[in-house]
């Protein structure tokens, strides 16, 4: 157990550095879990819409009331229209609307013309604000008959209010428990690699300097114990690691872990934790500094996020990017959590998600194949 | 002898393979990536015909016709499969259908979570609609029906004119190119680390090599000097690299104003330099726990300013703005953003501003800690 | 004939356009100190290399202990030690860890490496060093440290790749005396360098290295006789007349005479009272005499001879 040992001591050597970048990652998780996208599941398309009232009478603010009850409503500055653009263009804010003065008094009279002032996202027309300016438009058009038929402004808007919220009914057919952890564990997947990589090679590039490489080859001791015991050491570090981040989990939720779901999350991430340590370990191989372990590890880590849809979800990405996708265990590990939490399209299936995690434990076999080919190459090389 | 130190300080960084390749190597790769990730993002914001079943428990001619009108055509919105409902719930399960019109005394839906959910509100308003419809012409029939020809035909007109748009900006861009302000800024960031070698270069208490200049008939102000200034260079070469690949290569739109990006990121780099050559001349630390520092400045920075979350600044705005006034990399992709996107300046030169004001904070940090020509140790 | 250790034939190494190691053979018999000597760029390391498999070769044949070299020949490697050129120990272990590291990579039971390890400190000196951390010792020191790591597990065959690089007269010295006494332990040793001096002191025999070539292999004396020289006389003196030195050059043996800087010197192939004559003849024209040396060839000479070039000794 020398080897073993020595990747502890080693360890022991470099805990500030090994402590300091688990802390930066870990609290990335954290603030990256708080405020990522919730799923997209259907709750009516709530659209966030920063509302001025400047008619300010009851219709107006029957109104505004409407849209408050059905829309999420985002304080903003209507004055400040760099802050407003800002909102927009980062997606808290899909929609202003300024009810104009004379709304109630036009509406009265069957006159719809200018009612509203709208500002819309640049390049924003999602199906979010065609659905809500459809909805707009039709109150007008429905309060307009009402007063047609002889109502007063206020009583049509306050009718076609009414009439709206009588809503069509919407059922789901099955039952499902939602893990708010879920995003926890999808971002995890990007988590994992970066701190395996930067984190263990700080260690395992010592254990693998080639001068004392060198040494250790010329010793009696058995190449493939060698690596072993050093996957091992480095593998009870990360799981150390992993530990405290499935644990994080519960600040989410705190009954996350506790069911079915939690448990194939913890089941799917562990798979994947012993494919980011092999990839550390490849990485640690073929990389000489620590500058070079750096670039490897990002370029290796936002890669894979970016290509296997750990930032951006599987269903936005482009055919392309998802065929060069399946060939990284993180394509597999999202597709997982998507299956398992029944996002973007996909539904709880249990034959798909553990055929996922049955092909990232197929890559835990291929890359150690990978990794014993390059010890074994490594130890007679063409030139040192 | 500035020249000298200049040409050597300019090779050096320019051969130093692995920084050049956190640079440029590095946000080249990620721009693809990026680019790969969200070229498709529009696309798939394009309409396809919604698969929906109906399933009829109570016959309602006038929806089905609705229905037919709405499935009729090239543009149509759905594309409708009568069936009953044991079947409609199977092949929703499936997710071959994204849902399941009930149409029974009430018309109601039935879905399943990996339902999309604009297709189902979209489906939902237009039953709401229907619905809705119908509910007015009952009640002002039963009110006040000599009106309700007036109000069956205020019904059917089209309502075109009420809303008034009100455009904030002329840029046509959505928040996925802040992927790729991040991304120019986070290249211009990483050369502190260009910075933090220029400073353990320099000074004997850092590095033997430092040693050995500090011993040379140099000035150091002057070395200093050419260094920083050689080094700030490469950091600019390396950002106009990035911004002509994201603009030209990859065609990202980055506004009308995007010839002014060069001046920014050459301030920019002068930031960045400064930040590293500060950090690097702090005697006490170890060189790992610079780089730590760095990295935190570099990714952590860009974390909080939307590399990995294009949101994040916004948020950060919202709810502690002091921290995106001092967070470098939020400054400086601000500034990008400013430029793209707002339709005036004033942004833009608050952001500018603060960049000076931090080079000029950074560089008089690294002046005041570099000054030092004797060491009590090394 | 008993097997001899290491058994060296035909080995050929190329970098690319580099030629290596062209057709080299050698063998050592058991109990040897066999000195690989040569310039730097010679082609000793990659010898060492390749006779450890660490670097794979062209052609060749390379056997230790009677049984063909392999990466995966545990049972020979387990009888080999190591010193490298470089300094191979991991600054994160102390002096005592770093040997107790190595050693156990041989010797799996932990009494016995305990044993090991501290005779390996006491043989080179580091016993007040023991809880040291590498960066904390003298190039000295850590060079000692690094020859512990190699020998910890005392092996039948030890090789030093240059072990005196850049380490002071005093650690030389005690280096020197420790692969002697090794050897007289029981070791065969290969030792390569560029000191001739350290050659001539500690090895048995020699092989001469050149360009990846064999020039020369045999005993310090039996080099010596390779070669024309056999002693040089050197006289300080006032500037001969040229019929003096006309007649110097003609005294028995005398192949090569030379004036300059106010010292005469005589080159002879051979002979017998060579000094005496010389001495004779230069009292005889009444010349005063300073100091008289005499010295026999060094290793240098029969280098310098055989590659008719110096020893080289920056380049790479």
Same mark, same amino acid.
């Given at each position: ?26 609290? =990335? ?50 004055? &400040? ?22 709304? !109630? ?23 979010? =604000? ?11 058009? &429905? ?7 002889? *109502? ?9 209010? !009414? ?31 970066? /701190? ?5 090679? =700080? ?7 080639? &001068? ?78 620590? /500058? ?11 890669? *894979?996020?970016?290509? $296997? ?76 | ?124 308003? #237009? ?116 911004? #002509? ?45 610079? !780089? ?65 004001? *931090? ?20 | ?61 390379? %056997? ?15 009888? @080999? ?17 770093? @040997? ?95 000191? /001739?001096? %350290?050659?001539?002191?500690? $090895?048995?025999?020699?092989? @001469? ?26 006289? !300080? ?7 003096? /030195? ?52 060094? +290793?240098? &000479?029969?280098? +310098? ?12």
């Amino acid at each position: 157990m020398q080897v073993f040992k020595l990747v502890f001591k080693v360890l022991k050597k470099n805990l500030g550095t090994v402590v300091m970048y688990g802390c930066i990652f870990f609290t =990335t998780i954290m603030l990256i879990t708080s405020f990522g996208d919730t799923s997209d599941e259907y709750t009516s398309t709530k659209i966030d819409v920063a509302i001025r009232d400047l008619d300010n009478t009851s219709a107006s603010r029957q109104l505004v009331d409407w849209v408050s009850e059905n829309h999420n409503i985002v304080d903003a500055d209507f004055e &400040d229209e760099d802050e407003l653009l800002a909102k927009m263009y980062f997606n808290f804010c899909d929609y202003a609307i300024t009810i104009n003065e004379g709304f !109630e008094e036009k509406l009265a009279g069957g006159n719809t013309e200018d009612l509203f002032t709208v500002s819309k996202r640049p390049n924003g027309y999602s199906y979010g =604000t065609i659905y809500f300016e459809s909805q707009l438009n039709s109150i007008v058009s &429905d309060a307009n008959a009402y007063v047609a038929g002889g *109502m007063t402004a206020d009583e049509a808007l306050q009718k076609t209010v !009414e009439v709206l919220n009588s809503k069509t009914e919407i059922s789901f057919i099955e039952e499902k428990e939602d893990s708010a952890a879920g995003i926890y564990f999808n971002y995890m997947a990007y988590i994992l690699l970066v /701190m395996n990589i930067t984190v263990m090679s =700080t260690i395992l590039l010592v254990v693998f300097k080639k &001068d004392i490489t060198a040494r250790t080859y010329c010793s009696s001791f058995s190449q493939l114990k060698y690596i072993l015991q050093t996957i091992g050491a480095v593998s009870i570090i990360s799981v150390g690691f992993w530990v405290i981040l499935v644990l994080g989990s519960l600040c989410f939720d705190s009954s996350a872990l506790s069911s079915t779901v939690g448990l194939l999350m913890v089941c799917n991430s562990f798979v994947f934790l012993i494919c980011s340590v092999e990839i550390a370990v490849i990485v640690s191989l073929l990389v000489k500094s620590s /500058m070079a372990v750096s670039a490897i590890s990002n370029i290796v880590s936002l890669g *894979m996020a970016f290509l $296997c849809g750990v930032f951006v979800p599987q269903s936005v990405l482009s055919d392309g990017v998802l065929s060069v996708g399946r060939f990284f265990p993180a394509y597999w590990y999202i597709k997982a959590v998507d299956s398992i939490n029944g996002w973007h399209g996909s539904t709880y299936n249990i034959t798909e998600i553990t055929k996922a995690i049955g092909i990232e434990a197929f890559f835990v076999v291929a890359l150690m194949a990978v990794i014993l080919v390059i010890v074994r190459s490594k130890r007679t090389q063409k030139s040192l | 002898m500035f020249f000298h130190n200049f040409k050597y300080r300019l090779l050096q960084t320019v051969r130093a393979k692995e920084i050049m390749f956190w640079a440029l190597g590095f946000t080249i790769i990620l721009g693809t990536l990026f680019y790969a990730a969200f070229g498709n993002i529009y696309e798939s914001e394009k309409f396809t015909a919604i698969p929906v079943a109906v399933v009829t428990e109570k016959e309602d001619k006038s929806f089905d016709e609705l229905l037919n009108a709405l499935s009729d055509g090239d543009g149509a919105l759905l594309s409708v499969q009568y069936m009953d409902s044991s079947k409609a719930y199977e092949m929703l399960e499936e997710g071959e259908i994204e849902m399941a019109v009930i149409v029974d005394e009430k018309i109601s839906l039935r879905i399943a979570s990996s339902s999309d959910s604009v297709s189902v509100s979209i489906v939902s308003s #237009v039953i709401d609609e229907y619905t809705s419809k119908a509910a007015i012409i009952n009640e002002i029939a039963k009110t006040n029906p000599k009106d309700l020809d007036n109000a069956i035909k205020a019904l059917s007109a089209d309502i075109t004119n009420a809303i008034t748009e009100h455009k904030l900006t002329d840029a046509n861009m959505n928040g996925y190119t802040d992927y790729f302000f991040n991304l120019i800024a986070m290249g211009i960031m990483f050369g502190s680390t260009f910075g933090l070698f220029a400073a353990l270069h320099s000074q004997g208490n850092l590095s033997a090599l430092g040693a050995r200049r500090c011993v040379s008939p140099t000035k150091k102000i002057v070395s200093a000097l050419a260094d920083n200034l050689a080094t700030v260079v490469s950091v600019f070469g390396c950002s106009v690299v990035t911004i #002509v690949y994201v603009k030209f290569v990859l065609g990202v739109d980055l506004g009308n104003r995007f010839l002014l990006f060069f001046p920014t990121a050459f301030v920019a780099s002068f930031m960045s330099v400064s930040l590293g050559y500060a950090v690097g001349s702090v005697g006490r630390l170890s060189d790992k726990a610079k !780089e730590g520092i760095l990295l935190v400045f570099t990714l952590f920075g860009g974390f909080l300013s939307g590399l990995m979350a294009n949101s994040m600044r916004q948020l950060v705005e919202e709810s502690a703005p002091i921290v995106n006034r001092i967070n470098p990399a939020a400054v400086l992709t601000d500034s990008f953003y400013a430029l793209a996107v707002c339709p005036n300046y004033d942004r833009y030169v608050r952001n500018l501003t603060t960049m000076l004001v *931090m080079t000029a904070i950074f560089t008089t940090f690294g002046i005041v800690l570099s000054r030092r020509k004797k060491y009590a140790s090394l | 004939m008993s097997t001899p250790v290491v058994k060296i034939e035909n080995l050929v190494k190329r970098y690319k356009e580099l030629i290596a190691l062209d057709h080299f053979s050698l063998e050592i018999e058991e109990g040897e100190v066999f000195g690989l000597l040569g310039p730097n760029g010679s082609g000793k390391t990659t010898t060492i290399n390749c006779l450890l498999s660490l670097l794979s070769y062209d052609k060749g044949n390379i %056997e230790i202990f009677g049984s063909k070299m392999t990466p995966n020949n545990y049972e020979v490697k387990n009888n @080999i030690g190591v010193v490298m050129q470089n300094v191979a120990v991991f600054d994160e272990l102390t002096v005592y860890e770093n @040997i107790d590291y190595f050693c156990g990579l041989y010797v799996f039971d932990k009494a016995e490496r305990k044993k090991l390890v501290e005779e390996a400190i006491e043989f080179v000196g580091l016993g007040e060093f023991r809880k040291f951390y590498p960066k904390k010792l003298s190039g000295g020191l850590l060079r000692r440290l690094n020859i512990a790591c190699g020998i910890a597990h005392k092996p039948k065959l030890i090789i030093f790749d240059e072990p005196t690089v850049a380490v002071d007269p005093q650690s030389r010295n005690k280096i020197l005396e420790g692969i002697e006494k090794l050897n007289k332990d029981g070791a065969t040793v290969i030792y390569t360098s560029h000191y /001739m001096e %350290e050659v001539e002191q500690i $090895c048995t025999r020699i092989a @001469i290295m050149d360009k990846g070539k064999c020039r020369a292999i045999g005993t310090n004396a039996e080099l010596r006789k390779l070669i024309h020289n056999t002693e040089t006389v050197t006289v !300080e003196i006032a500037k001969p007349s040229d019929d003096d /030195m006309s007649e110097i050059s003609n005294l028995p043996h005398v192949y090569e005479t030379e004036y300059s800087d106010g010292k005469l010197v005589v080159k002879y192939s051979g002979g017998k009272h060579n000094l005496i004559r010389l001495m004779n003849l230069l009292s005889e024209k009444q010349y005063s005499m300073g100091r008289v040396f005499s010295e026999l060839p060094t +290793l240098n &000479d029969v280098f +310098l001879e055989i590659t008719g070039t110096a020893l080289r000794d920056s380049e790479q």
